[in-house]
């Protein structure tokens, strides 16, 4: 994490999980253990725990994203979210691109740009997430993975759009798993993804964008992945829905 030069982002995504009276009680016990935080603390929640989420944060520290959202701005598209709704509740932050909509509700680069754009457009910050399956690790073709996917993820994408939106680094085979990435291999995919924006755009431009690591991060490995200039923060899946666990990674963020 390099302070100096960019904003540290800790995110909680916390998927398929919490009903909004579950979703109040955690945030109620969240909020104050991350009240002095050094550091951006967002929640990021299933589309019906919003508006209470939205209700418990208001005056405090913690910011609120939705988990993902359409590129239309209206239409016939059952069971989609647009971004007119997300902001007009006021939500800031939306996730996109998480591999769990890759796998399983078939997202590609693609859509992933789409509704990139949209968010931009609609004033919403993205958090773009981008990694490697184990398989294409293996395969020693982890970088080509990672510029493919920035470079289509956020194609069409303006300089400035570009200093507004969030990285999310996740190697696929570290979610959920308890296999972490190494602190060396964390900072070498994020180095990796700042010299692919600065090839993109500028080297002003990638050292303005928050890279986070995601993948098993939790309250022991925290500290040691965020000690990695390149690595600006977390995307935290599991360890965000257990508010001391969440905590202590802010914590480790704010120092
Ligand atoms: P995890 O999930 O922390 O449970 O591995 C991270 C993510 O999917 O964003």
Known sequence: MDKTKRKAIIAGNWKMN??????????????????????????????????????????????????NCHWAESGAFTGEISTGMLK???????????????????????TVNKRTKAALAAGLKPIVCVGE????????????????????????VCAEDV???????????????????TAEQAEEVCAFIRATLAKLYSEEVAQAVTIQYGGSMNNSNADELLSKTNVDGGLIGGA???????????????K
């Open 18 to 67: 919490k009903t909004p009276s579950e979703a109040k009680a955690l945030l109620t016990d969240i909020i104050p253990a991350v009240k002095d935080a050094d550091c951006e603390v967002i929640a990021c929640v299933p589309y019906v725990d919003l508006s209470v989420a939205l209700e418990v944060t208001k005056g405090t520290n913690v910011k609120i994203g939705a988990e």
């Open 88 to 110: 007009e509740m006021g939500v800031e932050y939306v996730v996109l691109g998480h591999s769990e909509r890759r796998q399983y509700f078939g997202e590609t680069d693609e």
């Open 133 to 156: 399956l184990l398989w294409e690790r293996e395969c020693d073709i982890t970088e080509e993975v990672i510029a493919r996917q920035i470079k289509l993820d956020l194609f069409d």
């Open 163 to 181: 200093k507004k939106t969030v990285i999310a680094y996740e190697p696929v085979w570290a979610i959920g798993t308890g296999k972490t990435a």
């Open 240 to 254: 965000s829905l257990v508010a001391e666990k969440f905590a202590a990674i802010v914590k480790a963020a704010s």
